[in-house]
């Protein structure tokens, strides 16, 4: 209001194209330009102050601000020349007006169904700047520069959306929780990590709860200690509750601005947890009941191959590029086939010192040396 009041130019504010308002904020924008116009179709005031969640506020404290909101508007619609009364009503009652009543009431200048017709229609007119000096306005053959938003603001204009804001949410916890199970598999932590800090900064931009958020965050951590506690599903089921419920409280849970998350988005996106949780939680169950591959384990009824005779029941074998000490079990040790080298030799388990006990495969052997 300062640089609209101050400028050593003349300021012009059109409301428009129809259908559009000038609520709120905007009706002190409009009063505080040189020219105000309005397109057909349009409405100006409801400015009553009113707290950021959209209640009204308290009794002492809201006729405090109410009065000096009053002044305000008044004193800026005196240097402009319009209509006093008029402005004080959108503050002290909500008035609100259509653009021909804002004519008729000396709250505008000009009705204009476009910024090119405005601009024809102000040409020559003399405007008083607030140093008291005086300005003619020439729009002939002039050119209209449009200022669009930068590639900032029209991502935060992206990010203040609930439901992206939601879904990169829910990215970040899957991505991060992802990386933590599966260390090392990088992308799906990189990708997270972007989602939660793009969420972050959303939430200067939104109306975040958080203590929705820390709800959501205790469903998530109690759906993944189901996997590790044998709860008999009571973690699992109340996560997955306390997931909803902290969605749906997420954004702005009164409504009051518009602004909250579709349950389209939240049922879609519960599930798409739920099922990720399911789906880890079946390849943990199905990685515990597969056989052991590794250790002494792993190694018991492999086929192992002799690289030399044994001597006196021992000698070397070859087991997956590697080349052991090994010693024959002492029932094949008193038969009186003895072990050659290019044996098949079959683990029993490992002994002390790494050695493997082993057992003769006559089968394959017979086979091999008839």
Not at 102 to 121: E, F, G, H, R, T
Not at 190 to 199: E, K, P, R, T
Not at 258 to 270: D, H, K, N, Q
Not at 285 to 303: A, D, F, H, Q, Y
Request: hydrophobic content about 45%.
């Amino acid at each position: 209001m300062k640089d609209l009041m101050a400028a050593p130019f003349p300021t012009i504010v059109w409301i428009g194209p129809s259908g559009s308002r000038a609520g709120s904020a905007g009706s002190f924008i409009t009063l505080a330009a040189n020219i105000a116009a309005m397109a057909p179709g349009t409405n100006i005031g409801a400015a009553h102050p009113i707290q950021s969640n959209g209640e009204d506020l308290s009794s002492k404290l809201g006729e405090k601000i109410t009065n000096d909101t009053v002044a305000f508007i008044e004193s800026i619609a005196k240097a402009r020349g319009r209509n006093e009364e008029m402005a004080r009503s959108f503050v002290s009652m909500s008035t609100s007006i259509t653009d021909e009543e804002a004519i008729k009431n000396n709250v505008i200048d000009y009705i204009a169904p476009s910024i090119d017709q405005l601009l024809k229609m102000i040409d020559g007119k003399i405007i008083k700047l607030q140093n008291n000096s005086e300005i003619t306005i020439n729009t002939s053959g002039s050119s209209i520069t449009a200022y669009e938003p930068s590639i900032r603001q029209k991502a935060l204009e992206i990010l203040s959306n609930p439901n992206f804001f939601y879904l990169l949410f829910l990215g970040g916890l899957i991505g991060l929780g992802f990386e933590l199970t599966h260390p090392g598999s990088i992308f799906p932590g990189v990708i997270g990590g972007i989602c939660m800090i793009l969420a972050l900064i959303a939430t200067s931009v939104l109306p975040v709860s958080f203590g929705a958020a820390a709800l959501l965050l205790v469903g998530v951590g109690c759906m993944i200690a189901e996997f590790f506690v044998p709860s008999f599903g009571v973690l699992g089921i109340g996560g997955f509750i306390g997931f909803l419920l902290g969605s749906i409280f997420l954004v702005d849970p009164s409504d009051t601005h518009g602004l909250r998350i579709s349950l389209t988005f939240i049922v879609p996106g519960a599930l798409v947890v739920a099922g990720a949780g399911i789906s880890i939680a079946l390849l943990v169950l199905k990685s515990e009941r597969r056989p052991v591959t590794s250790g002494m384990e792993g190694v018991k009824g492999k086929s192992a191959k002799a690289i030399n005779d044994f001597l006196n029941g021992k000698g070397k074998v070859r087991f997956e590029g590697e080349i052991w000490n090994a010693e024959l079990c002492q029932s094949d040790q008193d038969n009186s086939r003895n072990v050659r080298k290019g044996d098949r030799l079959t683990i029993i388990k490992i002994v002390e010192n790494l050695r493997f006990l082993v057992t003769l495969d006559t089968t394959n052997n017979d086979e091999t040396h008839t």
